[in-house]
């Protein structure tokens, strides 16, 4: 039955979708779950920690004697490896395609998140090795994401499938802080919660090998409709290889604009997603399966607001409300200043009550869902040849201040139950948001640049920015 049908042409061929589910739809699944999974592996340890530091939890699990100076470096030692990789990461997926690149890198992932449990009883080094390599290999994730999303979504589709996509890493966190919780407090132990998600890694690899494809052209089950309706819509129709344009890629101004636009989120965004459970812990007074609930429930209202935001950002840009540059602007704005505005007021309130205070944290990771169809895909509009390597520049270098926030939070909070060291904490999250969304939306653009170097070989037309 045909649900669904796009009339494509070519010459005088017409083309027609005959269903609304394709093969492209079957990688962006993949994708959504390897950050899903990703994402698991990465935060459970937010949440583990508390159990793995107090002994009234579950006093049938071992537990370590770390300061709050020692959580906060712990946490960041992920983003220590995560930087390391992405410049080339994306450059490899451009090379060699982006399937056994992510089959590797998950599989090492999820070994480290199998030896947590054991490493951590050689000390906070054993826990760091781990994180330091669950994070080198983490940062592969997203520049070959992004490869893989240049090739396989037409432009048309753009938003809302790649916040459908980038939105499995909110999901996952959602998942992960309440399962964290529960399964630290049961009789399995903060130790199952590690080796349930090194298992969940290790089946996404069997998936992956089973249904993954580094682009149309090679995936031999595709039809031909499918294959040129993503050709022509993506960008990628008549490739040919070419030197990466270095100096113009970091020279130029509106990769700049999202390198500062993450940078500025990436500060902001891991501020809150590692030290929430601290918070509410320190200042909230919460126990840990209710802190592993309450913390997640920010990250479920990103993960639901993604999906609006994703399909409003599309329809304007199909409907031509706007150019394409100014729905990105648009829409990271409302990712940036509306969770500014909550943790300013959340700095301001003295003694909020714990409702008034998750609901702010709530409103403040909420909205931040913009961003997924605002500056986080606006590589694929100005440089779809490189966007594996210019999300892997811009995500590289952005990703240090997820590195520094937490340990800025150390410095700041010396005492987890006062509540002005959290407050200054927040102005700071606030500020960070407010000044790089002013930067990107003077600097940041929608229209292919042209040391993308096949734009206008290749016969595809430029996106225009008004």
């Known amino acids: 039955m045909v649900v669904n049908t796009e009339v494509l042409t070519k010459s005088s061929q017409k083309f027609v979708l005959k269903s609304w589910f394709g093969v492209r739809h079957k990688q962006l699944l993949l994708l959504f779950f390897l950050l899903v999974i990703g994402y698991g592996m990465r935060i459970n340890l937010s949440i583990g920690i508390v159990a793995m530091t107090d002994p009234t939890i579950n006093p049938n699990f071992p537990t370590y004697n770390w300061t709050m100076d020692t959580k906060s470096t712990l946490l960041s030692s992920f983003f220590w490896g995560y930087v390391v990789p992405q410049i080339g990461a994306g450059q490899l997926a451009e090379k060699f395609g982006a399937k056994w690149i992510l089959t590797i890198a998950m599989t090492i992932s999820s070994i480290f998140t199998f030896l947590i449990p054991t490493f951590a009883n050689f000390s906070t080094w054993g826990v760091m090795v781990c994180r330091i390599s669950q994070g080198f290999t983490q940062g592969f994730f997203f520049p070959c994401v992004h490869n893989m999303l240049s090739k396989w979504i037409p432009l048309r589709e753009r938003s809302r499938m790649g916040t459908f996509v980038y939105a499995g890493g909110p999901l996952g966190t959602v998942i992960s802080m309440p399962l964290t919780g529960w399964i630290s407090a049961s009789t399995i132990g903060w130790p199952g919660a590690f080796y349930l998600y090194g298992c969940f890694g290790l089946i996404w690899v069997l998936m992956w090998i089973w249904r993954a494809g580094n682009n149309p052209e090679e995936y031999k089950t595709i039809t031909d409709e499918e294959k040129l309706y993503i050709l022509k819509g993506s960008g990628q129709q008549n490739q040919t290889k070419a030197i990466t344009p270095w100096k113009k890629i970091v020279t130029s101004l509106p990769i700049i604009a999202i390198l500062v636009a993450n940078s500025g989120q990436m500060w902001s965004y891991w501020t809150l997603m590692t030290e929430i459970p601290t918070y509410m812990k320190g200042v909230l007074q919460f126990d840990i399966e209710k802190n592993g609930l309450l913390s997640a429930a920010p990250y479920f209202a990103l993960w639901v ?73 606006n590589h694929m509009d100005i440089a779809p040849t490189y966007a594996g390597t210019t999300m892997g520049f811009t995500n590289g270098f952005g990703n240090i201040f997820a590195i520094v926030a937490p340990l800025v939070v150390e410095l700041i909070v010396k005492d987890e139950s006062d509540e002005s060291q959290w ?15 002013i930067f990107y939306v003077i600097f940041g653009s929608g229209k292919r640049q042209n040391w993308d170097c096949q734009n206008n070989q290749s016969g595809i037309s430029k996106n225009v920015e008004s």
Do not use: E, H, W
């Open 305 to 377: 607001l993604s999906f609006p935001f994703g399909y409003i950002t599309d329809f304007s840009i199909n409907k031509k409300i706007f150019s394409v540059g100014v729905v990105r602007k648009i829409i990271t704005t409302v990712g940036m200043i509306g969770p500014a505005i909550s943790l300013f007021i959340l700095g301001i309130l003295k003694n909020p009550s714990p409702a008034v205070a998750v609901t702010l944290l709530i409103a403040a990771v909420g909205l931040n869902s913009a961003i997924f169809c605002g500056f986080q895909v």
């Open 423 to 437: 407050n200054t904490v927040f102005f700071i999250a606030g500020g960070i948001y407010v000044v790089v969304n």
